[in-house]
């Protein structure tokens, strides 16, 4: 354990993060500083949401900006980055890249990556990017993907594009289209599911997702996209962005994800599970379309389905 000083910074308010007090935000982030000091630099302005000072329980909003003062806090010393960045599976992660300017880059994050550090993770996706690119001075993530996704991961170059990208996410301009294979036979006229989701946190601090009424409204449009005897291959269009909403969403039908460890069902992925395969949760972000912040034409991009998805779907035929 050592002390170090850790520089002041501005962090930017995805959805996923909204709505969040802006104390419980950074107690959770800076789990090694005491709660006192957390509650002292609020009070006393040193935190500032979008350069003015605000009170413990203010609820942050998408595209605040957040300046997070300079201060001493204790860490473990972490040759881990280090090592992965050494690995081929890292370095290949640079070959992932589907769109790159001055603005924006955009990879096709592998399954199995967080795309952050945090909650017992050393290091994701940004972090890797960051040590890989190290000529970015600005590198922010513009949304998340959850960690056994795979799929389209926008990162801004510049904070301008981060803003702009933010409020087209707020503005629901920014369409998504996913690819999932889920147990069972979907029924064909259930192409919308519209339901309040509560997130709650379990007794090992991870974040679950139920139904509820005392949630926030969550809509998702699904169109069959093809019939396995067992299973089915949807395209999934998330209407709003709430945590877990496809794996939660799915699952409430009766046709969870599969291979989806928290929501899905066990005995129903054995069936499935094969040795030569890494047996993934089987949801991809394959589109995504949006405004680019700088130029303002309309962008499309696409991600093609990782090996090890295509070789679950060409060994169900």
């Known amino acids: 354990m050592k002390k170090t000083i850790l520089a002041m910074h501005t962090m930017y308010v995805t959805e996923e993060i909204e709505k969040q007090r802006i104390d419980n935000l950074l107690i959770k982030k800076f789990k090694k500083i005491p709660k006192s000091m957390i509650y002292r630099i609020i009070r006393t302005g040193k935190v500032k949401v979008n350069e003015k000072k605000i009170l413990p329980k203010y609820k942050l909003k998408i595209g605040d900006q957040v300046l997070i003062p300079s201060m001493e806090i204790n860490i473990k010393k972490n040759k881990n980055i280090n090592l992965l960045l050494n690995t081929q599976k890292t370095n290949s992660i640079l070959k992932k890249i589907l769109y790159e300017d001055n603005y924006l880059l955009i990879i096709n994050k592998p399954s199995g990556i967080a795309v952050h550090g945090g909650s017992g993770i050393n290091f994701g996706i940004i972090e890797i ?31 301008s594009a981060l803003r702009h990208l933010h409020e087209q996410l707020r503005e629901k301009k920014i369409k998504k289209q996913y690819i999932t294979l889920v147990h069972g036979k979907w029924p064909k006229n259930k192409n919308n599911i519209s339901a309040p989701l509560l997130k709650t946190k379990l007794f090992n601090n991870k974040n679950i997702v139920q139904i509820s009424e005392q949630g926030k409204m969550s809509e998702t449009h699904f169109l069959i996209k093809k019939k396995y005897a067992e299973y089915t291959l949807l395209l999934v269009t998330p209407i709003t962005g709430r945590t877990h909403q496809i794996r939660v969403h799915t699952a409430y039908t009766g046709h969870p994800i599969v291979f989806d460890t928290r929501y899905g069902k066990k005995d129903l992925d054995i069936k499935i599970k094969n040795k030569n395969l890494h047996n993934r949760l089987l ?31 060409d060994s169900l035929l």
């Open 129 to 159: 990017i960051r040590k890989l690119r190290p000529d970015h001075h600005f590198l922010e993530l513009v949304h998340r993907l959850d960690r056994d996704t795979s799929g389209i991961l926008i990162l801004a170059k510049k904070r």
């Open 283 to 313: 949801l991809h972000s394959y589109k995504m379309d949006f405004i680019h912040p700088y130029y303002k034409y309309n962008i499309t991009i696409l991600a093609p389905l990782e090996k090890n998805f295509k070789k679950y779907l």
